[in-house]
């Protein structure tokens, strides 16, 4: 089709869910003929909100996208639209055109000035507009069954609300359009890393897309790059990777408008600074964050502070926090505590693959199985695919296990998995642990002078020369000397009590893993991507099948520590997040999916036989309690039974240990507090068998444990995360069977 004017109405649902964008209408224009589609605009704009004033409950309210259209012109032709959303961005496609939109607000289009040459399509078949919504619903049910097969649901998107607003893009046929938009939109950030416009337009087309928490990470760039050209501090107290983005980004905005003035480009990045809050607000509105939403509006209006859509958006974020907060306390009547307090503070997402991502990225191959097995290094046991088949190298070999290699007898050490992935709550300076392996350093665990101190710095101590070196001839190499402090401070969080796990440990977590990779392949001189590197490639994340119409449930998702912090820390450890293929916000989340997939959390409180040395610095956490989360690289491969096999013992956590629980595989004696998995034979195990461990403690539920209450009937809900309909042990099979007898004996009369 022509070059023409696309017209799509979104009702908004603002009883239900703020829609991102908060338009009821939505304009596609690809104005290819520069000045004169703007002016064109500027007119159906007017024609447009006069009749949408008539016809719509609501107050008009526009989204415009136009790749050339001036921003600054179309606002002035059209004074009365303010406050509507006037924001340009690139659609840069020629063919594509439809025209959504009530019949009246149609007609008037119409009779418009200069827009003779409107395609208009499909109008009929999906007319939707406020006032006429019921009216039309029969109509739009039948259509919707048969279009329904065809929803892409991989392209419903990561926000849990106005996800009609999708499908309603789907059943337009607009997907295609969009994503066409989107690759675009990345095609421009490859050529002009450094304008905050592409970034900005990532931000409004994710948006759309429902991948809000890919929109709130493209805002977060945009943001960076304005604040450090306008010389704001923007949250990362001082630390500018590249060091001249500043220059970059003036750089490229003057390049762009073709001229040298400084006071033109500091204009361009002042009016690009309140669409890029705009647009970071409409984020935070759609993935949940409210909290942190209204955080950000704060700031926002202290620079804009009679800024409408600003003040609307943080009213939106204010309403949908409060009724939160009161739904929360409603339920929990007297015992708000912190736990509930982060409640209210936390955003909720899908977990997704991002469907414009390379899926190859999260496969599994042969090789790294291969590798995996050369890392393991034992004899008793192997890390296998569970489905047997002919694997072609360069394909997924699908969920991995442990198997035993030879006949394994009842209570041996089968697997002694020791690890540098882990990470506490208590700063390293406080020096009571192994930074490496997390031992606790603490008499009568060990000696003060079996302690060791690295040359490099005075920051953190190991538990013997070998962890020394390990940590200094890898991932400390990258950490040292660079301020990590700021990771274990609180963030507006309430102090964690151990009631709620600390989000942070999310942050802290990613931070070492990142460093082990790094350090990894500045060793090896290699460019492996992190995904597909056998630290992150060997953890999955845990995707619930795509099941539209049913939904699957959300994660916890925050703007500081999912993007935020991640950001702040790559580029502290010099990589470029404006240019850098493999660190990409999807790239980010994915591993944030796998580390939650994969860590074990383990409170441990080993401190309180001594008080804290004097020549050591004051402990941030008086109590002595720790929380220690770790990936343990080879212990995540052991699957679940409800009759499983090998029982394991992780970090020690209480000062009494048994030693004969800590002995590794060689009888050697682990030291307590460290972040080691040790795996024994519960039974005898026949070569070939697979290695599997219980999820959900006991698996029965018949002992006295306060976390799994509900007894096993809790647990089996827990297990449904993992397994659909059990884990496949006999008692799941039995378990489904008399579910299913139930099921049949209540059908008959
Ligand atoms: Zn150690
Ligand atoms: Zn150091
Ligand atoms: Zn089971």
Request: glycine share 6%; charged share 25%.
């Amino acid at each position: 089709m022509t070059d023409s004017i696309i017209i799509e109405t979104q009702p908004v649902e603002h009883d239900i869910a703020p829609s991102p964008a908060s338009a009821n209408l939505v304009i596609v224009a690809p104005a290819k003929n520069g000045h004169g589609s703007t002016k064109r605009i500027a007119h159906v704009l007017s024609a447009l909100y006069d009749d949408a004033q008539e016809n719509l409950d609501d107050e008009p309210n526009f989204t415009i996208w136009s790749k050339e259209t001036n921003l600054d012109r179309l606002q002035d032709t059209t004074m009365k639209l303010d406050p509507c959303r006037l924001s340009t961005t690139s659609d840069g496609k020629d063919d594509s055109s439809l025209i959504l939109c009530s019949g009246s607000i149609q007609n008037s289009m119409k009779s418009c000035d200069g827009v003779e040459e409107l395609a208009v399509d499909q109008a009929e078949n999906i007319v939707i507009s406020a006032s006429e919504t019921e009216v039309n619903s029969s109509t739009i049910e039948t259509d919707m069954s048969q279009a329904d097969k065809n929803i892409r649901q991989e392209w419903l998107g990561t926000t849990p609300f106005a996800i009609e607003d999708r499908i309603d893009i789907q059943r337009a046929g607009h997907l295609d359009d969009l994503i066409y938009y989107q690759q675009t939109i990345y095609d421009n950030i490859r050529e002009t890393p450094y304008d905050p416009a592409h970034w900005i337009d990532l931000c409004q087309c994710c948006l759309t897309l429902g991948f809000a928490d890919i929109a709130a990470a493209a805002a977060h760039k945009g943001l960076i790059l304005i604040k450090a050209s306008l010389g704001r501090d923007y949250g990362c107290e001082g630390i500018v990777y590249p060091s001249n983005l500043k220059i970059l980004t003036k750089t490229a905005v003057s390049e762009k408008l073709h001229t040298h003035s400084p006071a033109i480009v500091e204009e361009e990045l002042k009016s690009l600074l309140l669409i890029c809050y705009s647009g970071l607000l409409s984020s935070l509105l759609a993935c949940g964050t409210f909290w942190e939403g209204l955080r950000a509006a704060k700031e926002a209006l202290s620079i804009f502070p009679m800024d409408m859509d600003l003040l609307e958006t943080r009213d939106m974020l204010r309403d949908c926090f409060y009724e939160r907060q009161n739904s929360l306390k409603a339920k929990a009547a007297d015992n708000f505590d912190e736990s509930l307090t982060l409640m209210t503070r936390v955003g909720k997402i899908y977990q997704m693959q991002y469907p414009w991502m390379d899926r190859r990225l999260n496969d599994r191959t042969p090789a790294l199985v291969r590798e995996l097995n050369d890392n393991l290094n034992s004899q008793i046991c192997e890390i296998k695919p569970i489905i047997l088949r002919p694997h072609r190298e360069s394909f997924d070999v699908g969920p991995l296990g442990i198997f035993a290699l030879r006949d394994i007898e009842e209570g041996e050490s089968v697997l002694v998995d020791k690890c540098i992935t882990n990470t506490t709550d208590l700063h390293p300076k406080a020096q009571t642990y192994c930074d490496a392996c997390h031992s606790s350093l603490l008499a009568p665990y060990i000696l003060p002078t079996q302690i060791v101190r690295p040359e490099c710095c005075e920051d953190v101590v190991f538990c013997s020369q070998d962890c020394c070196s390990t940590a200094t001839s890898g991932y400390h190499r990258v950490l040292c000397g660079k301020d990590w402090s700021w990771i274990y401070g609180r963030n507006g969080r309430p102090k964690s009590t151990g009631l709620a796990p600390d989000p942070m440990w999310r942050v802290r977590l990613f931070l070492r893993m990142v460093a082990v990779y790094l350090a990894d392949i500045q060793s090896t001189k290699t460019k492996v991507h992190p995904l597909q590197h056998s630290l992150f490639g060997r953890m999955s994340a845990n995707y619930s099948p795509p099941s539209y119409p049913d939904f699957p449930l959300t994660r916890d998702w925050y703007y500081y520590e999912n993007i935020g912090a991640p950001t702040r820390i790559l580029m502290t450890l010099g990589i470029n997040p404006f240019t850098d293929p493999h660190w990409t916000p999807e790239v980010i989340q994915t591993i944030f999916w796998k580390m939650e997939n994969n860590a074990n959390m383990s409170k441990i409180n080993l401190s309180t036989t001594t008080p804290p040395s004097s020549n050591s610095p004051q402990r941030e956490n008086s109590t002595g309690e720790e929380i220690v989360t770790s990936i343990n690289t080879n212990y995540l491969f052991l699957n679940h039974s409800c009759e499983p096999n090998i029982s394991w013992r992780g970090p020690s956590s209480t000062p009494f240990v048994s030693t004969d629980l800590l002995e590794g595989i060689n009888s050697e004696i682990i030291k307590p507090g460290s972040a080691t998995i040790i795996c024994r034979a519960r039974q005898k195990i026949k070569k070939g068998e697979e290695l599997k461990i219980s999820y959900i403690g006991d698996p029965m539920g018949t002992s006295n444990n306060k976390q799994w209450e509900g007894g096993r009937q809790e647990r089996r809900r827990w297990l449904s995360k993992w397994f659909e309909g059990g884990c496949g042990c006999s008692i799941c099979t039995k378990e489904a069977e008399e579910v299913k007898a139930m099921a049949a004996a209540k059908s008959k009369p």
